[in-house]
């Protein structure tokens, strides 16, 4: 069916999207009656006048008859334009036998989607998680926001849907294409609201993640995979460059196909893999502190008018300060909550989520900066993973060693001012805060660079950016500072074939969207060689 897609076509936000085809209508000249089948796209806030803030729509129109669709395009205005939307890949299965079942390592988003194409397409995967299923996560996770011990098993980083299940949820993400709506496609089909799939900066939200993981595991499941909880992979079986087996705290897996999703805090498991001969190389990753605002206060300064506030919700926003080395904002959480990134115990490092309704109040996001390789002090591969334990140990014991949250006002960290201990702020931590000066929780280049880049951030608000701000600290699980090398058209370890290494664990992906991708593609590799098992072949 012939499609005609329009773009940058505006609205005032106030206009319902009910009223979107009778605008499509208008701009194509044709009768309201003739806008039977459409959809959007993409939709963007244009916030750059708030004397009018505007929705900017992508729309796609179907149409019956492809002579009616050329002669509307004919002579119409730049944005409106046949338009065939790409197909997605739904690869055919190989031929070659597999002998045991595929593993999917990890439960976050890589695994998590790779599993579920395989499942669909017959290969009845196993799942493999270090921690525990959401039911007991979540229990785990609050013992530990209370004041209980810190289980380095099962809390905000490790346990099924990985750290991404409460790290707010955003999907943003800068690929696009049929691989991406086919991942946007099954969070809808678990409990996502259907406009992720076009909007700007899609958000499910940390409350709403676990009911989706939990959804997309049943699937799974129902397709005939397999999870097994609380298995930490711990050795490989590597038999003349093959794997042949898996070693597992829950025992000896057979399998020659396993795609590797651990995600970036399992250090241990790195350097398990590195022992094993698994090659690997250092990699920049982003650093830097996370910064609180009163929420109200970025509310004020995005729309201007408080009338926006109840159609268009809480404001969220991104900065880059541009200098010698640039500083930019990260993982934005509007209406959110500061939490502690803890995968090893006796150490601190911060992050933030916000549940889907946005409505705490406060903001925070990452101030984020890039450590390249040279800088790491050593040509180690796991240098970086060094540098993040050596900060994170200094800011759990500055901290005064109960994982409290070091925090000082932003501009007593831009003069160099220590806070008082006894000294009063405001935050959405609650475990407990300890004031402090964070000058020992980051390298010297990358406090010098947030310093500078700080008050540039603040001069494109108006001075609006650093009132009533506090920073926390350190943010140290930006991306991972390490890449498992692999095959490009391949896909599997240099040093081990059969393993597929993806996702942010593996150093080729960047959020929850493009771990999901990388994870699909190497499932995708997998489907096209091999044949879907047998269900005499899952006895192992």
Known sequence: ??????????????EPEADLPKRLAHTLRVADADIARW????????????????????????LPDS???????????PNVELFSPPLFEDVPCGSTPLEQRPVVIGSGPAGLLAGYF?????????????????????????????????DPENNYLFGEGGAGTFSDGKLTCRLSGPDVDWVLARFVECGGKPSLMY??????????????????????????????????????????????GLQTSSGHIATTQAILGIGHSARDTYQMLLDAGIPMTQKAFQLGLRIEQPQEQVNRHKYGRPEYLETLGAADYTLTARGERDVYSFCMCAGGIAIPSISEPNRFATNGMSNSRHDTPFANSGIMVTLEPH???GDHPLAGVELQRRFESAAFELAGRNYFCPIQSAHDFLA????????????????????????NTLPSAVLSAIRSGLPLMNQKWRGDFLKNANLIGPEMRGSSPVRIDRDVPAR??????GLYPVGEGAGFAGGIVSAAVDGLLSAKQVVRTFAPIQVTSRVE
């Open 39 to 62: 959809r959007i796209l993409r939709k963007s806030l244009d916030a750059r006048s708030r004397r009018e803030l505007k929705f900017v729509y992508t729309l796609l129109v179907e």
């Open 118 to 150: 395989l499942a669909v397409k017959g290969y009845q995967p196993l799942i493999i998680e270090r921690g525990q299923a959401v039911k007991e996560r979540v229990p785990a996770i609050r013992l530990f926001d209370s004041g209980g011990p810190h």
């Open 67 to 77: 002579d009616q669709a050329a002669s509307l395009v004919a002579g119409k205005r």
């Open 492 to 497: 599997q370890s240099l040093g081990c074939r």
């Open 375 to 377: 800088e790491f002090g």
């Open 199 to 244: 909007e700007q900066r899609p958000h499910l939200g940390s409350n709403r993640l676990p009911m989706i993981v939990r959804n997309l595991r049943r699937k799974i499941e129902e397709f005939g995979g397999e999870y097994r909880f609380g298995c930490r992979l711990e050795g490989l079986d590597i038999v003349d460059g093959q794997l042949r």
């Open 416 to 439: 160099g001012r220590s806070p008082s201990p006894n000294q009063r702020f405001d935050s959405s931590y609650s475990r407990g805060l300890a004031p402090m000066s964070l000058d």
């Open 1 to 14: 069916m012939p499609s005609i897609r329009i773009s940058n076509l505006t609205t005032n936000v106030f």
